[in-house]
């Protein structure tokens, strides 16, 4: 008999959560996890964990506001249309993989004439004609263009290196570990700027400082000055073969949030508190003046905190919203050390307007005109300057109204949006923290801040993308994993059954 409980424990320990001795299930503690943030690093985190720990764990995720966080639609000239992350990359497999587990369509845009312009002149000007565009670039680029989609490819290929590690159980407590083991000179990367890279890669400056100053300003509202990896990632956010899910990107958090049965709570957390053995997450309700859930994600809002608070313990506590002192109010009491989150957000407006373009006033004529205007000069009041299709649409010959997003440093004035547009029918504005300020002087944080707090955003730093997410996401996932069942080799396995 003694013999028969020693080993029911040990065998409970190895295969369970914290078990009791004994069976019933009124013995077994079942683990409590909080999320924070419903963003795609919050939903996939709490997918990925209902797919380690199935129904043995009680999952809340906490957001007060739309899930989906800095992936958004909003409705103008009477369709929907992306405000957020709007691309996705062919080789981002957790986004390829989640849009066809859940069904989700995949749509590719319409056809847009680019131009690259610096203010005065357009330094690059599409055609019609593919080939005849990839001739122009050629033709100012050199080599140069050759070299760098080499670059980029190769990149990528090292970058596909983290699905297999994943896929072994591999998990990091820091930033700085997961880029060193896909590849060591990604860690490099983070302490040189993009500009000085290329540069230590023979690539001239005219293609620097065009191309891909271009680029850079599209992806992240910055120059070249960014750090290297995140730069490269900028790079690849611009080649062909692009893509978006059908009604908008945030359908894909919106469906790990359904499939992971996580309990939605639709409040913001104001504390993390260390509690002998797990955490006391407090939260409020965040209520407007027609007392509805406010919430949006980097804009000035004006909001009243219900000053009743409510107080829940967990095993384990995730953090999938970004911490920086410019982001979070969240307050983290009673930890043995203190919890810093140095650097800032970058901010971005996303203005959306219907209506008719001012030739003139962007130096295009109207019989050739340019639909997707990338700048390479900073002190210009916009970042780009593009015409939009709704996120539903298959057909681009049906009829549909001209909308156009500008991204810029600050709001457009009454005065520029006049400047800019001949006609204005509707105008939407969102205000951003979109993503990190890129420096290479920057250290990248931790994914682990105490046993059991994990910090899913960590991986905004080294870059910030749909697909970055996902893959701090699982890491994370792994992390919790690997400290619940107290065993270092956990989650190498755990996926077999539905493989993503």
């Known amino acids: 008999m003694l013999l028969k409980h020693w080993?029911?424990?040990?065998?409970?320990a190895a295969l369970t959560i914290k078990c009791t001795y004994g069976t019933s299930q009124s013995q077994r503690h079942i683990p409590k996890i909080a999320i924070v943030g419903g963003g795609i690093g919050?939903?996939?985190?709490?997918?990925f964990l209902h797919e380690y720990l199935g129904d043995d764990v009680i999952l809340d995720l906490y957001e007060p506001g739309e899930i989906g966080g800095r992936l958004a639609t909003t409705v103008i000239g009477g369709r929907e249309y992306e405000i957020g992350g709007s691309i996705i990359h062919p080789k981002n497999n957790y986004m390829v993989d989640f849009a066809k587990k859940f069904g989700l369509g995949q749509v590719t845009g319409c056809p847009a004439v680019l131009g690259i312009y610096n203010g005065a002149d357009y330094v690059y000007k599409d055609s019609s004609w593919e080939f005849i565009?990839?001739?122009?670039?050629?033709?100012?680029?050199?080599?140069?263009?050759?070299?760098?989609?080499?670059?980029?490819?190769?990149?990528?290929?090292?970058?596909?290196?983290?699905?297999?590690?994943?896929?072994q159980g591999k998990a990091y407590k820091d930033v700085d570990s997961m880029l060193s083991n896909m590849d060591p000179d990604f860690k490099t990367m983070t302490k040189m700027s993009t500009k000085d890279f290329l540069r230590s890669k023979g690539f001239h400056d005219k293609m620097?400082?065009?191309?891909?100053?271009?680029?850079t300003r599209a992806n992240y509202g910055q120059t070249p000055n960014i750090q290297a990896f995140v730069g490269a990632v900028a790079v690849a956010g611009a080649e062909p073969n692009l893509w978006a899910v059908e009604n908008g990107n945030k359908r894909v958090p919106e469906e790990l949030l359904k499939h992971s049965?996580?309990?939605?709570?639709?409040?913001?957390?104001?504390?993390?508190?260390?509690?002998?053995?797990?955490?006391?997450?407090?939260?409020?309700?965040?209520?407007?003046?027609?007392?509805n859930s406010l919430y949006t994600e980097g804009a000035q809002v004006h909001t009243e905190l219900n000053e009743f608070k409510r107080h829940h313990e967990y095993d384990v506590v995730i953090l999938g919203t970004p911490l920086t002192h410019d982001k979070s109010m969240i307050k983290f009491q009673n930890f043995t050390k203190e919890l810093k989150f140095p650097g800032q957000y970058e901010r971005i407006i996303c203005t959306m307007v219907e209506g008719e373009a001012r030739a003139e006033s962007l130096n295009f004529d109207k019989s050739d005109p340019v639909e997707e205007i990338l700048t390479t000069n900073p002190s210009l009041i916009f970042n780009t300057f593009g015409k939009q299709f709704p996120v539903d649409v298959t057909d681009c010959s049906q009829d549909l109204p001209t909308v156009w997003k500008i991204f810029s440093p600050e709001p457009l004035t009454e005065e520029q949006l006049d400047y800019l547009f001949e006609v204005r029918r509707e105008v939407h504005v969102t205000d951003w923290l979109?993503?990190?300020?890129?420096?290479?002087?920057?250290?990248?944080?931790n994914f682990q801040l105490f046993p059991g707090l994990y910090y899913i955003n960590a991986i905004e730093f080294a870059g910030s993308a749909m697909e970055m997410s996902a893959i701090g996401a699982r890491n994370v996932a792994l992390l919790a994993f690997k400290h619940l069942t107290g065993n270092a080799d956990a989650g190498a396995k755990a996926m077999e059954k539905d493989e993503l």
């Open 7 to 12: 080993y029911g424990h040990l065998l409970c």
């Open 42 to 47: 919050g939903t996939a985190t709490a997918y």
């Open 133 to 167: 565009g990839m001739l122009k670039l050629l033709w100012r680029y050199g080599y140069d263009l050759v070299r760098l989609n080499k670059l980029t490819e190769n990149m990528l290929k090292e970058f596909a290196s983290i699905y297999k590690l994943q896929d």
């Open 208 to 215: 620097i400082d065009e191309l891909v100053m271009a680029v």
């Open 261 to 291: 049965r996580a309990t939605l709570l639709k409040r913001k957390v104001t504390d993390v508190a260390y509690k002998e053995g797990g955490f006391v997450v407090s939260s409020v309700e965040v209520e407007d003046e027609n007392n």
């Open 434 to 445: 979109a993503y990190p300020h890129y420096n290479s002087r920057q250290d990248l944080g």
